[in-house]
């Protein structure tokens, strides 16, 4: 089966300018998940949806980041304004559909630079 | 809250010799553990995974044992292969679902 799809793979905007990621999860996968990974660290989540609701936005920057599942397939992710911090691979992943035993499948990830 | 603490890399081995790569976690409760590995420019892969103590998950040749006395999750391999150079991740998944992870440790295997 295709796995977890993400685009673009790479990106390099300025600072304070702004950035989509989109992400196709695998087919029949209800649960989605949005990671951050900074360089030389483990991944960190971002927003965890069920179908298209938020499950946990915890740990999301608000000011600049959102997040949206409008139709429980697909999902996008943006920034605006993007920060030099915000240099990282975000990781895109989903899982069938019980979060608590179903393998979570992550794609290649987009890596972004921000200058 | 959780964490997950893992040695730091790079760990560098001949082919054929025996791998050990340390994991610690701090957790409420009762967490399943992971084994994720990350091959160059491709995604995150589970390798395996223990839910419960004393579970033994393995996979491919690795082994790792979920020992909650010393809240520990070693991944071990008798002889690794150029082919599992690679960035290890551990981490565990709590009651909320949530996985946390380790900051990897990088695996670099020598012909």
């Known amino acids: 089966e295709a796995g977890v799809a993400q685009s673009p793979r790479y990106k390099i905007i300025e600072k304070r300018q702004s950035v989509a990621f989109w992400c196709n999860p695998i087919s029949g996968h209800a649960t989605l998940y949005w990671y951050q990974q900074i360089l030389g660290q483990g991944p960190k989540l971002l927003i965890q949806?069920?179908?298209?609701?938020?499950?946990?936005d915890s740990q999301l920057p608000k000011d600049r980041f959102s997040a949206e599942r409008l139709k429980g397939v697909d999902s996008t992710l943006k920034i605006q304004p993007a920060k030099l911090e915000d240099s990282a691979v975000y990781l895109c992943?989903?899982?069938?559909?019980?979060?608590?035993?179903?393998?979570?499948?992550f794609g290649p990830g987009t890596r972004l630079t921000v200058l | 809250g959780d964490s997950v603490t893992q040695m730091e890399g790079p760990v560098t081995l001949s082919e054929e010799a025996f791998l050990t790569i340390n994991c610690t976690y701090t957790?409420?409760?009762?967490?399943?553990l992971f084994w994720y590995v990350q091959y160059p420019g491709e995604g995150l892969q589970l390798l395996l995974k223990?839910?419960?103590?004393?579970d033994k998950g393995s996979n491919k040749g690795f082994e790792a044992t979920y020992r909650k006395e010393t809240t520990s999750f070693h991944l071990e391999k008798g002889s690794v292969q150029v082919s599992d150079s690679a960035v290890y991740f551990c981490?565990?998944?709590?009651?909320?679902?949530?996985?946390?992870f380790g900051g990897g440790t990088r695996l670099m295997v020598k012909p």
């Open positions: 223990a839910t419960k103590a004393d």
């Open positions: 992943a989903s899982s069938f559909r019980d979060p608590s035993t179903d393998t979570q499948y």
């Open positions: 981490a565990l998944k709590d009651a909320g679902n949530m996985l946390t």
């Open positions: 957790a409420t409760g009762y967490p399943s």
């Open positions: 949806f069920q179908n298209n609701g938020v499950v946990d």
